[in-house]
């Protein structure tokens, strides 16, 4: 069974960090895409950063700003928010499979992260 857990959302203030993790069972990393991607009220699911057999993407709304990583041997990922903005504030889903940004096979329930001004 695959299973994806993403943890580490809350509540910051803006120019403030989070780093939310994703711990998984039943995938492998090795060979597939992992990333992740957010939605908030009223919008659009949206792409925020994956890794893929052959590049690391990030939305050009968080570049320099987010880092994404992950841990093979563990089966997790992370991402690192800096300098976050109230125009961050969504719930923060991990995925895996697919293809980047947002065409996965599989994500979890979702984190939410609410940045204050």
């Known amino acids: 069974e695959v299973q994806l857990q993403a943890s580490g959302g809350g509540l910051v203030q803006a120019g403030g960090s989070l780093r939310l993790s994703c711990a998984t069972s039943?995938?492998?990393?090795?060979?597939?895409?992992i990333g992740w991607f957010r939605q908030a009220p009223g919008k659009e699911r949206e792409g925020v950063s994956c890794?893929?057999?052959?590049?690391?993407y990030y939305a050009d709304s968080v570049k320099g700003r987010f880092t994404i990583s992950s841990d093979n041997a563990k089966n997790t990922m992370y991402l690192q928010m800096n300098s976050l903005k109230p125009e961050d504030t969504a719930v923060y889903y991990c995925?895996?499979?697919?293809?980047?940004?947002?065409?996965?096979?599989?994500w979890g329930q979702g984190t939410q992260v609410t940045v204050s001004s």
């Open positions: 995925a895996w499979g697919g293809s980047c940004p947002i065409y996965y096979y599989y």
């Open positions: 039943g995938i492998t990393f090795d060979g597939y895409t």
């Open positions: 890794i893929s057999s052959s590049d690391t």
